[in-house]
């Protein structure tokens, strides 16, 4: 297992800012990239990831939250999952570590059951572009729009 240091940004109550440990922290698979770095930009909305790979991603709040790993979001089988709507302006409260694989995410609307394990954080950053499209396809098919004045829907992996 590799050895990092994981830095957590917030200007939450939970954590003061500047939140440090050093662990050892495994993904679900055991050679998958780990986060050095995790911080929070709450004027921003966008949580910025580095990992261990160098691998470096900015993911909006917004994002997070329609893509969020809980079955609130996904279901409970193959196309039983949830359109989210009107998360434009989410913004993220706290960040709970998860063991040593994952964090929870609390979001300003109240959800909270999303575990995000580096695996999975990592796969969202790699593939940010076709997930965002992918989710505007399906607002569009629905017949829904963003309301783009709440916030930057620009997703971008710098």
Not at 42 to 69: I, M, N, W
Not at 109 to 116: N, P, Q, R, V
């Amino acid at each position: 297992m590799k050895s990092c240091s994981l830095t957590i940004l917030l200007s939450s109550a939970f954590w003061p800012i500047g939140f440090q440990t050093t662990c050892n922290m495994s993904g679900l698979k055991p050679d998958s990239p780990r986060p050095t770095e995790i911080s929070l930009h709450q004027a921003s909305r966008k949580l910025e990831l580095t990992f261990d790979d160098d691998t470096h991603g900015a993911l909006s709040c917004e994002f997070l939250r329609v893509y969020s790993p809980s079955a609130e979001v996904r279901g409970h089988g193959k196309g039983l999952e949830v359109l989210q709507t009107g998360k434009e302006a989410v913004n993220i409260t706290e960040i709970e570590p998860v063991g040593n694989y994952a964090v929870r995410l609390i979001f300003s609307d109240g959800h909270d059951t999303g575990l995000y394990s580096w695996d999975y954080l990592y796969e969202l950053v790699q593939n940010q572009g076709s997930l965002w499209q992918a989710y505007l396809d399906k607002l569009a098919a629905a017949g829904i729009q963003r309301n783009t004045g709440s916030g930057d829907e620009r997703q971008d992996n710098g």
